[in-house]
């Protein structure tokens, strides 16, 4: 790190004890109880600049359980507490983050013209649902092509299992995954296998449980900017100057604390801020400023799917390095399945709108919407995040399904080597590389009165869907509230042997986009997708010294203009991938695709 950075409010262990400070500004008084082997005392809190009441405890150290009693309110967590152990409602942990010795000091990151992101949720990844039981796969994932782990959100939830978008305790790595140090020596095994690591995080809403905000100050919600959630964060009102401090202070922590590489920013477009400066913007330079010399990746999850999130400032953007661009899932998702329900209504799913979406980044059905959604040459392609699967796609469908359980093994190679091809940033959700057997649902552990809500809102969610209809229909989905949701959705990490024709080609794919050099820098310039058939794609892409062209048929067997020099570089007919070894076939200038097939040729 080349820049100091401290971070005030939380509880701060020393050489003097511990100093516990909370921003608190609507109350006359506050104080902290604190908690270890010495017994338990309460401690008058001193009240300083913008609000912060603070006080050293000489006796307190690493471990000690501590709450606020902030004016007449009851015992509260600290809301910048580094762990709860024993769940939000309770009191929280001192931790001391100096005592994890770091082996990465050399680590530089990862670049975002050469990331292929993997998404994966740390309590299904493994049967056991730790940290520790994630270590030891780290190897088969950097072994796969892999060069960025996005995990999803980790700050301490309600219960003992959930997506994590649910947080509350942002600065406390959910308790269940294992020891806070755990998270340290995942991220730390990561960079010295070449992985980066980004956590997904959220900051456009509070969880409905255990978020003790209020009892500290009205002022961390917006009087003014409204969400689906509810009242916004208050990033431009009356005091919102340490709630815009909050979440700066909150990504500087993951990348000094845990060597975060960088993040994926949850809904950006409800982080409402109308002030000068946004405060995506000022996230991303003083996390930055920060790292230093160390690459960080910043990614915005936008619902306008707005192009400026990921422009440099320089050109009116907010300076991520990219954005999540759902138009190509829709399109495939839609042509594959002719699934036009809900979201997917307004998307074609030809292979002219997914041919337009390869070139633009985004498809006609962002595009159509203004000016401010146009994508320009300088937009480069590693600016769009696409995927054929990632938590959203499956975990919000009514029984958690994945893209390979509704369809043909063989088309559903043909859109993975589709995807993988391209030059925007692929991400990958975890299990899709070896077709998992196993779904991937919405799971929850909330209290018993909230969690009936949890499941009769999931339930109602998908009234749209024609299947469900019926009440009685609708009680098949898989209850959120329910273990067994939850236990269903972890994989078996042994099916990457059992499917081994489908990791194989994964593996192959990804090897093949590192090592040529036509796929390196992800320029859409040197790319150009052409839709020649209801069913046939080409894309091309061009470097200095070679070319390569994909023709990837959905199909039935079917030919197209080809000229002679092309050799095969790989095929999905290949019999390592579980095919019939059928070669492609051309003569006088036309080629003949077999049934269900991607073949990537090179010159």
Not at 236 to 245: A, I, L, P, T
Not at 306 to 317: F, H, P, Q, T, Y
């Amino acid at each position: 790190m080349t820049q100091p950075w401290q971070m005030i409010p939380g509880a701060h262990a020393g050489p003097d004890g511990v100093t516990f400070a909370v921003w608190a500004p609507d109350h006359p008084r506050v104080r902290v109880v604190v908690e270890d082997t010495g017994g338990e005392r309460t401690l008058d809190m001193t009240i300083g600049d913008r609000g912060i009441w603070s006080v050293v405890d000489p006796h307190a150290g690493a471990g000690s359980r501590y709450a606020f009693l902030p004016g007449d309110e009851p015992e509260t967590p600290d809301f910048y507490s580094r762990s709860q152990p024993d769940g939000v409602h309770a009191r929280s942990e001192v931790v001391d983050p100096t005592t994890y010795t770091w082996a990465d000091s050399e680590w530089p990151g990862v670049p975002a013209d050469r990331a292929v992101i993997y998404e994966l949720h740390v309590g299904t990844y493994t049967q056991e649902g730790t940290w520790e039981a994630l270590i030891a796969e780290l190897p088969a994932i950097r072994d796969l092509g892999i060069t960025v782990i996005e995990v999803m959100p980790v700050s301490e939830c309600p219960g003992n299992r959930n997506w994590g978008y649910d947080g509350v305790n942002h600065f406390a790595p959910a308790s269940y995954y294992g020891p806070v140090d755990d998270m340290r020596r995942f991220v730390d095994t990561a960079h010295q296998l070449g992985l980066a690591v980004i956590l997904d995080v959220v900051y456009n809403h509070f969880g409905p449980e255990g978020n003790y905000t209020g009892r500290y100050s009205t002022h961390y919600l917006s009087d003014s900017h409204t969400t689906d959630w509810g009242p916004a964060l208050n990033w431009d009102g009356e005091q919102s100057e340490m709630v815009r401090q909050w979440a700066i202070d909150n990504v500087c922590y993951w990348v000094s604390e845990f060597h975060i590489d960088g993040f994926r920013l949850d809904a950006t477009h409800a982080m409402v801020d109308d002030g000068p400066k946004h405060i995506i913007q000022e996230i991303g330079e003083q996390a930055r400023a920060l790292a230093g010399d160390r690459t960080l990746l910043f990614y915005a999850e936008d619902g306008r799917h707005d192009i400026n999130r990921a422009r440099v400032i320089e050109r009116g953007g907010e300076g991520m390095d990219g954005t999540w661009a759902d138009d190509f899932h829709h399109e495939m998702r839609v042509h594959l399945t002719n699934d036009k329900e809900m979201w997917l209504k307004h998307y074609a799913g030809t292979t002219l709108s997914i041919a337009e979406t390869i070139n633009s980044g985004f498809g006609p059905t962002t595009l159509k919407r203004g000016s401010e959604y146009a994508v320009t040459p300088d937009d480069p392609g590693h600016a769009f995040v696409v995927c054929i699967q990632n938590h959203d796609q499956v975990g919000n469908r009514p029984f958690g399904e994945r893209l390979h359980h509704v369809i043909n093994h063989d088309r559903y190679k043909v859109a993975s080597a589709l995807m993988l091809f391209i030059p925007e940033t692929p991400l990958i959700f975890m299990g899709q590389e070896f077709a998992a057997s196993t779904p991937f649902s919405f799971f929850t552990d909330m209290p018993e009165d909230l969690g009936k809500l949890v499941t009769e809102g999931r339930r109602r969610e998908f009234r749209e869907f024609g299947a469900f209809a019926v009440a009685e229909l609708r009680d098949s989905i898989p209850d959120p509230q329910a273990p067994s949701t939850f236990e269903r959705s972890k994989l078996r990490l042994e099916e990457r042997e059992a499917h081994g024709e489908i990791y194989a080609l994964y593996r192959d794919l990804l090897q093949l986009r590192q090592s040529e050099e036509a796929m390196a820098g992800g320029e859409r310039s040197r790319c150009q997708a052409t839709a020649l058939g209801a069913e046939l794609i080409s894309v091309r892409r061009s470097g200095s010294e070679s070319e390569l062209v994909l023709l990837a048929n959905f199909g039935p067997e079917t030919s197209a203009p080809l000229e002679d020099g092309w050799t095969i570089a790989l095929t999905t007919q290949d019999e390592r991938y579980g095919g019939p070894g059928h070669p492609l076939l051309w003569a006088d200038g036309v080629a003949t695709i077999p049934a269900r097939t991607a073949v990537i040729l090179r010159r």
